[in-house]
């Protein structure tokens, strides 16, 4: 009864919030009903057990991703009469990702529930093996079924990094006001002053 | 407490509601006054390393202080800016408030006694302290105002670069006690010194982490010396410069409620949470949640010691802090531990 409850609650949520993200005019808005979205998607998690995919979605994703995301958006100067006039120049495009995506989900739902995907019963009976923690079976799986995939993701994520590093340097440029925090430390106070008596019009030298 | 109120009569689901609901309350309200007698610790505690005699007039030695503060707090008006942004500008400190109170669901205070024994405990904490940023960032960019913008900014680049090395501290703790359950952890650090003392802290592969997790919990919660978020000096107040009456004591309370929370994860992680800090028979005479009460005030008065005694952090140091010191740092340590683990056949 409160699982059925809270279901429909994130589910509501969810589909309102999403609705929400690209009716708001606002892009501050629109970021925060996504993050909203998020957040219930992970509520939903939670009721079919997935504990952990749960958490994850929600340090990841709103935790780190949607605040990068915030503060882009939160600098951004949008002109909304230039947003609106790109509407009906990208709306074939837009029609056209739409169906491809409607046509994913209509196959991916039918392969489901003709059971060609080893993903359990579509009334949930082969969820997860009781008994055993979310994080236990998915760290077995993924460091010895998928550890080659798993390892290759973390090599391309580790490019795309060395990547946006090498884009933003910018070498050494002129010589500018830089802290030796080693130096300072390292300093004593009887370095720090010294007693001279310099010949008048000599002048010291630092 | 579900078995109880079943006795009553009622069925399962009903009694599992009502039990939860009534956890919430026993949590909350010993909170909301913890967090009230803390800040009267915290002035006083300023007041005595200033050589002054801080709060001292409402009710003896004045403790009613916070009460008097609260109360008079209550009875202003709330003034929201004509330019700001009204609904996300009066939500922004309820964010803040009800994130700084989740944390504390799965918080053990005794053995067993926690609201909810999830698998994922300490995941669920560090998911909802990455929420706790929502709360500044919204506050920041709804008071259509300068100075809390700026704010907004620093504390988003700020929480995100400490929780980085949190996690990969977490992760060293998580490897040696084999779970994200906190009561496990807890239980895990029972008798860990040679037998005899209880906590991860006494270890000295895992006594450096500790160092970190102290001084990174600081930064997370925007404490002094990392209060660069309502730097006084540069920013008037941060993003709390436009906020007045009980929207800007929402923020409070949730600022201390949070750094209650990375005390008691100090003691939680490090320091054997509900378990004395001895492993002999006389010392569990006295109850778990005494001991854990002792352990979540002596990281208190450390973070008070710190916030009189230490200058404010500049911007860069703070980055440099985060992303060149305690980052290489705790990753090297993640590779030390699970290594050490490893080779000593910890995990067989």
Redesign the interface.
């Known amino acids: 009864?409160?699982q059925l409850l809270a279901f429909y609650l994130f589910a509501a949520i969810v589909i309102a919030s999403g609705a929400l993200t690209i009716l708001a005019r606002n892009p501050?808005?629109s970021v925060?009903w996504l993050?909203l979205a998020f957040f219930n998607a992970?509520g939903l998690m939670v009721i079919i057990g997935a504990?952990?995919i749960a958490?994850?979605l929600?340090?990841v994703y709103?935790?780190?991703v949607a605040?990068?995301f915030?503060?882009v958006v939160?600098?951004l100067d949008i002109d909304f009469a230039e947003l609106r006039a790109g509407f009906v120049k990208n709306f074939p495009l837009g029609i056209a990702v739409a169906v491809v995506l409607l046509a994913e989900l209509v196959l991916g739902i039918g392969a489901y529930r003709a059971g060609a995907l080893e993903l359990g019963t579509p009334d949930g009976t082969a969820a997860p093996i009781v008994g055993e923690?979310?994080?236990e079976n998915i760290g077995a799986l993924l460091y010895t079924e998928y550890l080659f995939l798993f390892e290759a993701a973390g090599l391309i994520l580790l490019v795309a990094m060395v990547g946006a590093i090498v884009l933003t340097h910018r070498g050494n440029r002129a010589p500018r006001a830089h802290?030796n925090?080693g130096r300072q430390i390292a300093r004593r106070p009887e370095e720090a002053t010294v007693n001279t008596r310099p010949e008048v019009g000599q002048g010291v030298q630092l | 407490m579900t078995a109880f109120f079943q006795s009553l009569g009622m069925n399962y689901?009903w009694a599992?509601?009502v039990a939860t609901v009534a956890g919430i309350l026993l949590i909350a309200l010993p909170l909301m006054l913890a967090v009230a007698m803390v800040i009267y610790a915290d002035r006083k505690i300023w007041a005595s390393m200033a050589l002054r005699r801080g709060p001292n007039v409402v009710g003896p030695f004045g403790l009613l202080q916070s009460f008097a503060d609260g109360l008079k707090v209550f009875l202003q008006e709330t003034i929201v800016p004509s330019a700001a942004n009204k609904g996300?500008f009066l939500i922004a400190p309820i964010i803040t408030f009800t994130v700084a109170l989740m944390a504390w669901a799965v918080i053990p205070f005794n053995a067993g006694a926690v609201l909810a024994d999830?698998?994922?405990g300490l995941?669920?904490i560090?998911?909802?302290s990455?929420?706790g940023?929502?709360g500044v960032?919204?506050a920041g960019?709804a008071s259509n105002s300068k100075y809390p913008?700026f704010s907004?900014?620093r504390a988003?680049a700020q929480?995100?670069s400490y929780?980085v090395s949190i996690g990969f501290v977490l992760i060293c703790v998580v490897l040696w006690a084999g779970t994200?359950n906190l009561n496990a952890i807890i239980e895990a650090q029972r008798g860990h010194g040679l037998g005899l003392v209880n906590g991860f802290a006494f270890n000295l592969l895992l006594f450096p982490m500790w160092v970190l997790f102290l001084i990174s919990s600081m930064a997370e919660t925007a404490r002094a010396p990392f209060d660069l978020t309502e730097a006084e000096s540069e920013l008037v107040a941060g993003y709390q410069t436009e906020y007045s009456s009980m929207s800007f004591a929402l923020f409070w309370l949730g600022e201390y409620a949070n750094v209650l929370l990375m005390c008691a994860l100090n003691a939680i992680l490090f320091f054997g949470g509900w378990l004395p800090p001895l492993e002999l028979e006389i010392l569990y005479w006295i109850p778990g949640w005494i001991w854990f009460f002792i352990k979540i005030f002596l990281f208190f008065f450390i973070f008070s010691w710190v916030r009189a005694t230490v200058p404010r952090f500049r911007y860069?140091?703070l980055m440099?802090l985060g992303w060149k010191v305690f980052l290489p740092l705790s990753l090297l340590w993640v590779v030390l531990v699970s290594g050490y683990l490893m080779a000593t056949g910890h995990f067989v």
């Open positions: 009864m409160i501050v808005h925060l993050i992970a504990e952990f958490m994850l929600v340090i709103v935790g780190a605040v990068l915030l503060f939160m600098m923690s979310n994080i802290q925090i | 689901e599992w509601f996300l999830i698998n994922v995941l669920y560090l998911a909802i990455s929420l940023v929502y960032v919204v960019w913008f907004a900014m988003a929480m995100i929780e994200f860069d140091q440099r």
